[in-house]
Structure formats: structure tokens, C-alpha cells
């Protein structure tokens, strides 16, 4: 078996590079959001239908994205988690930014483990048969909660913020 060394994987910028999960991690926490976007394109006659199945109580839903509100900042910072550029226009308010970015992890981890119990804690009777996926979103968001404590890698990525371009 061919062994490769632990090089550290970085971007243009010179910075660790997020890894893809972390993107899976936001897209599963932002999941009303996302849904929400989902249901403003639909026909109006089935808006209501389409988030019905997502979310069976319209609080349900309004408490959802209460909870996920700090995934939406988190996921602000990422995009500012760039060197300031006059020339590209790129990278602004590095000093409020990189504050949340460096506790991005357990802001995640509060709203991946609110969302958890909430998750659970409202799960209809008989869910397994009528609706199987939301016992998948409860395995994600635990299995969310243990990456987030657990990943080497983005201890590295939460501790840094790109430097300034000199002029």
C-alpha cells in the first residue's frame, strides 16, 4: 500500500482549504433556508404542499430558521475569508469577520446539536413509516455534531485569515 506524507492541503491564497464536508455540514444545517428558496420558485398552489412535507407545523418551520441563523453568519464569513485586494475589490472588515470565523466550530456545534435535539424532540409518531428521511437528517446532524469535534482539519482552518495584499 503506498503511504503519502500529511501535507497540508492549501489554496491560492496560501491558507488551509476547507474541505468539502464542511460545505455539506453548512448545506445540511441551512437546510430551511435552502428549502425556503425551494418553495419561492414553486407555483403558488403547491408552495404550501412542498413545505408541509419539509416542515408539518408552519412554527416548525419559523423555529428552524430561528435555530439556523448562526450557520447563516458562519457561511458569511466564508465568503470574506479573503486577502484584501484594492485591485480585485476583494476582502473587507477582516477584524469582525475573523472573530466569527475563529468561533465558527462551536457556533456549528451549538446549531447542529440545537437542531439535533430539536430534531428529535419533535419527531412525528410512527416516523419510520411516514417519514423515513427525517430519521437520515437525525443520523447527519449527529454525525455532524462528532466531525465538528472531532476534525483535525478544521481546527486548522477556523485558526486562520488570510493576511493582506500588499499594495
Known sequence: MKQYPKLPLLDQD???????RFYALLVLLLRPYLC???TLVMPEAERKAVLSFFY??????????????PALLVLAAVSQRVPYDKKLRRGRAKTFWFGLWRQSRWLLLGVAAVDLYWTISHLPPYVALRAPGLLFVVAALALSCL???RSQQLRLVFSEWPEDKKA
Not at 408539518?56 to 441563523?69: C, E, G, H, T, Y
Open 14 to 20: 496560501g491558507l488551509h482549504r476547507i474541505p468539502l
Open 36 to 38: 425556503w428558496i425551494v
Open 56 to 69: 408539518p407545523l408552519s412554527d416548525d418551520f419559523i423555529r428552524a430558521v430561528l435555530i439556523a441563523i
Open 147 to 149: 466531525y465538528l469535534l
